[in-house]
């Protein structure tokens, strides 16, 4: 931990940044919408496949149209970008609490999932991995932890407020306290960013604008679409997302079906948070210190182990050791993702990267839960589906540990020195 501090001293203000964001990007998580699913579902007489599909459907959307916002990042003042997303996302709140109709529910579920899941994380661990690029596994650890402490106390608060308010007046707490509290986080923590904005491009460019400086390729978007070992990499980079997103979008079937308390397994996430946040410091060290492509093909293990042990029993003791291997993937993927793209493609394009990157992703997660739901309603098992899940996780291994050993082959690295 002490190696954290000196850090936290320098750059504490952009390390508020990308905690405050990273924690306010929950309320689009899949975690946080789900808790919801049941009272949805009930009020707006939908089942498994039908709410599925809708929050399907409009997670794809958000994958669409991620490409084009996504970009933004590049090109926008980061303070502005950040206000936009910020009342964007809680204006997506107040919706869904209006919506009585399939047409209304779509709606506001694309801009909770396009703010939310979509670019509001996506901003602060791009913050993060640009402008501290001496130690970007230790900032983007740090600025991650918003996600685990978000996880670690919003699902016990959820639960509260559905029984103190209900689920649409619950959706409106959550969005005014979104409005008010991010914004004056963000004035505080990107204080002065101008300067730092501009001697970061000072850094990466020559006078002409042109040629990345310290001779470190700086790829766009339509290079990396066209390099073989991107596609490589995506099974990993998906897999987390993609699996987490279908078991805890239906997280409530999956306690019903285990015969677990559903109290119970909201206070599990505090392991799962706990797990997450120190997972995150240990893979932000090892990672600045043996860099990201060596971490990638481990990635996804614990994700595997924990669909095997969720598959094989209904004990309490299978809950409690799901959420703790879930927590060791999340941590890793979540520190590894925008280092690892830095690391590869460079930074002065990561946020037109990270949109194709981020929406791959978020479609990926948009298949997951439409295609459990159908499973459920056609009585197929969260055991067979979690098996399913482990053959997948097994696949991505391979496919990154064949991407990696490509990055360090010498042809590899002799066309990075002469670009």
Not at 41 to 56: C, E, K, N, P, W
Not at 134 to 159: T, W, Y
């Amino acid at each position: 931990m002490k190696s954290f501090l000196p850090l936290f001293q320098r750059e504490w203000r952009l390390l508020l940044f990308g905690f405050a964001m990273t924690f306010g990007s929950s309320l689009g998580q899949t975690y946080f919408i789900a808790l919801f699913s049941g009272e949805i579902r009930s009020d707006l007489g939908l089942s498994h496949t039908a709410f599925g599909s809708v929050y399907s459907a409009a997670t794809l959307a958000s994958a669409i149209v991620l490409l084009w916002s996504g970009s933004l990042i590049d090109r926008m003042n980061l303070r502005h970008f950040a206000y936009l997303v910020v009342f964007g996302l809680a204006g997506g709140c107040l919706l869904l609490a209006s919506s009585y109709t399939l047409p209304m529910l779509f709606l506001s579920l694309l801009v909770l999932r396009q703010l939310g899941q979509g670019l509001m994380g996506m901003t602060g661990a791009t913050a993060m991995v640009r402008y501290i690029d001496d130690q970007p596994g230790k900032a983007n650890a740090i600025g991650g932890l918003g996600f685990s402490i978000s996880e670690a106390i919003l699902p016990s608060l959820v639960i509260a407020s559905l029984a103190w308010l209900g689920w649409r007046q619950s959706w409106v707490l959550w969005g005014l306290l979104l409005a008010i509290i991010l914004p004056l986080l963000i004035s505080r923590s990107l204080r002065g960013h101008e300067g730092r904005h501009a001697r970061y491009l000072g850094s990466v460019t020559n006078a002409s604008g042109k040629t990345p400086g310290g001779g470190r390729r700086q790829w766009t978007r339509g290079e990396v679409l066209r390099d073989p070992v991107f596609y490589l990499c995506l099974p990993a980079m998906l897999a987390q997302p993609m699996l987490f997103t279908g078991f805890m979008f239906h997280q409530i079937h999956l306690v019903e079906e285990k015969g677990w308390a559903l109290p119970i397994w909201g206070s599990l996430y505090l392991v799962y948070a706990l797990t997450t946040s120190v997972t995150k410091l240990g893979a932000g060290l090892l990672i600045d210190r043996i860099g990201a492509t060596r971490v990638l093909p481990v990635m996804c293990i614990p994700l595997g182990v924990g669909l095997m042990i969720l598959a094989s029993s209904t004990s309490l003791l299978v809950a409690v050791l799901f959420m703790f291997c879930l927590g060791l993937s999340v941590g890793t993927y979540s520190t590894l993702s925008s280092p690892f793209f830095a690391e590869v493609y460079g930074s002065l394009h990561l946020g037109s990267i990270k949109s194709v990157t981020t929406s791959a992703m978020v479609f990926s997660s948009a298949i997951a839960p439409v295609l459990m739901g159908w499973g459920i309603d056609r009585g197929i098992s969260m055991n067979s589906m979690a098996l399913v899940g482990t053959g997948y996780v097994a696949l991505a291994c391979v496919l990154a540990w064949l991407a990696c050993r490509a990055l360090a082959t010498p042809d590899r690295q002799r066309s990075e020195k002469n670009r």
